[in-house]
T-cell receptor, first 111, second 118 residues
């Protein structure tokens, strides 16, 4: 079946540090891959997505590349800000539209 | 404009009450979803409506009753809930349920309704 394994948190970084949150997946077929972000007390916001191998999704300085050979979709940002503190979910979407989520990674950025 | 609007933002209800959560989208999406999210966990799918028909029910207890009056609206009727049902309830929508596409359509979430059952 489909599954997503996400880097366990919590992750704590200083402002302007480089961020990587690892995400690997297991899937049949050719799923779409997503990163969602959840700020404290809010719902989920789509951060970025990629729909096929070698696609790179990017938004707000965050990037992730769909790597079929390593079944990965790692989230990166070159210089994080305090406002990036949130929970990040990697997710896989298949034809049946059942999003499969990773467990979430809580990120805290200190000034 | 990728907006899914949910009301109310917060709801406190007793175990004998009947209440409803409401969701609206004006993106022309034909698939709508209810998810439940407990603290420090990812969202869990409850129901999917595709073209106003219930297409997926993830074995949700009957005390949760979904309704899709039209393609823009989705309700979740709540009756005789238990304290363990307290959670964040998220509505979401997408272009369709993926029946005709080869890849998963993007699912957009609302801000959620925080439900507390006392």
């Amino acid at each position: 079946g489909n599954s997503v394994t996400q880097m366990e948190g919590p992750v704590t970084l200083s402002e302007e540090a480089f961020l990587t949150i690892n995400c690997t997946y297991t899937a049949t077929g050719y799923p779409s891959l997503f990163w969602y972000v959840q700020y404290p007390g809010e719902g989920l916001q789509l951060l970025l997505k990629a729909t096929k191998a070698d696609d790179k999704g990017s938004n707000k300085g965050f990037e992730a590349t769909y790597r079929k050979e390593t079944t990965s979709f790692h989230l990166e940002k070159g210089s994080v800000q305090v406002s990036d503190s949130a929970v990040y979910f990697c997710a896989l979407g298949n034809r049946a539209q059942k999003l499969v989520f990773g467990q979430g990674t809580r990120l805290t950025i200190n000034p | 404009d990728t907006e899914v609007t949910q009301t109310p933002k917060h709801l406190v209800m007793g175990m004998t009450n009947k209440k409803s959560l409401k969701c609206e989208q004006h993106m022309g999406h034909r698939a709508m979803y209810w998810y439940k999210q407990k603290a420090k966990k990812p969202p869990e799918l409850m129901f999917v409506y595709s073209y106003e028909k219930l297409s997926i029910n993830e074995s949700v207890p009957s005390r949760f009753s979904p309704e899709c009056p039209n393609s823009s609206l989705l309700n979740l009727h709540l009756h005789a809930l238990q304290p363990e049902d307290s959670a964040l309830y998220l509505c979401a929508s997408s272009q369709d349920s993926g029946q005709t596409s080869t890849v998963g359509n993007t699912i957009y979430f609302g801000e959620g309704s925080w439900l507390t059952v006392v």
